[in-house]
């Protein structure tokens, strides 16, 4: 299941602060105000909730592989997701190296990256690329 990555972006700011059944709850309502203090417009949320239910609670509970990933959404994601910073790697043109990741972060990040990416392990840091 593909998202967008704007979509995952908001996913992984809500995922901070609020469950999966709290989000849900709202957007049932279709009330995305206690959202607010977040500061982002969460409409896009609210329409592929309101699209595929399903999609959306796989997304949010279990993981997304995302559509089309940028360098900088590599960079965003690691960071929001898996709370590796920029200054633990060695962020390239074309990919991100020498990230720090456990065995089990390493098949998570794969899972999201799109197909054109390659992870290939050195030791305990993994190397992600096109």
């Known amino acids: 299941m593909a998202i967008s990555l704007m979509e995952a972006y908001l996913i992984e700011t809500l995922r901070q602060n609020y469950s999966y059944e709290q989000v849900a709850a709202q ?3 279709k009330d995305l105000s206690l959202f607010a203090e977040l500061k982002s417009d969460f409409t896009l949320l609210q329409e592929l909730y309101d699209t595929d239910k399903e999609l959306f609670k796989e997304a949010y509970t279990t993981g997304y592989q995302v559509k089309f990933l940028t360098i900088n959404g590599l960079k965003n994601i690691l960071r929001m997701r898996y ?3 920029e ?3 060695e962020l390239q043109e074309f990919g991100a190296y020498n ?3 456990s065995e089990e972060t ?3 990040i794969a899972a999201i990256v799109s197909s ?3 992870i290939e392990r050195n030791g305990q840091t993994i190397n992600i690329f096109v």
């Open 106 to 108: 390493e098949k998570a």
């Open 27 to 29: 957007l049932d309502k």
């Open 83 to 85: 709370q590796i910073s």
């Open 87 to 89: 200054d633990q790697y």
């Open 116 to 118: 054109n990416w390659k």
């Open 99 to 101: 990230v720090p990741a």
